[in-house]
């Protein structure tokens, strides 16, 4: 059964940093692509990442580009998401994902959601 968990989030301030960690189990880790998707206040959920199973791709939703990087350690089978230069419309709730299938941009596995709230 797959589990993920997600850990990170808190309150900061607009300019600020957070690192947000996924913990995966459950099969072989480095077999699968993995992402983090957010849902705004009273919005739909988003992707905001994917990374693939050997990280060498990597993706991002534009308006993240060049502030969050997505990164993996498929020893600890862990997947990250820093996030620098966090804006007031960064705040949601953070997901962690994963794919049935070694597919990058279908995700079924999700985990329990981390808020980040980025205050102005």
């Known amino acids: 059964q797959v589990q993920l968990v997600e850990s990170g989030g808190g309150l900061v301030q607009a300019g600020g940093s957070l690192r947000l960690s996924c913990a995966a189990s459950?099969?072989?880790?480095?077999?699968?692509?993995m992402a983090w998707y957010r849902q705004p206040p009273g919005k739909a959920r988003e992707f905001v990442a994917d990374?693939?199973?050997?990280?060498?791709?990597?993706n991002y939703r534009d308006s993240v580009k060049g502030r969050f990087t997505i990164s993996r350690d498929n020893a600890k089978n862990t997947v990250a998401l820093q996030m620098n230069s966090l804006k007031p419309e960064d705040t949601a709730v953070y997901y962690c994902?994963?794919?049935?299938?070694?597919?990058?941009?279908?995700?079924?596995?999700w985990g329990q959601g981390t808020q980040v709230t980025v205050s102005s």
């Open positions: 994902a994963t794919s049935k299938r070694a597919t990058m941009g279908m995700y079924d596995y």
């Open positions: 990374i693939s199973g050997s990280g060498g791709i990597t």
């Open positions: 459950g099969r072989t880790f480095s077999n699968y692509p």
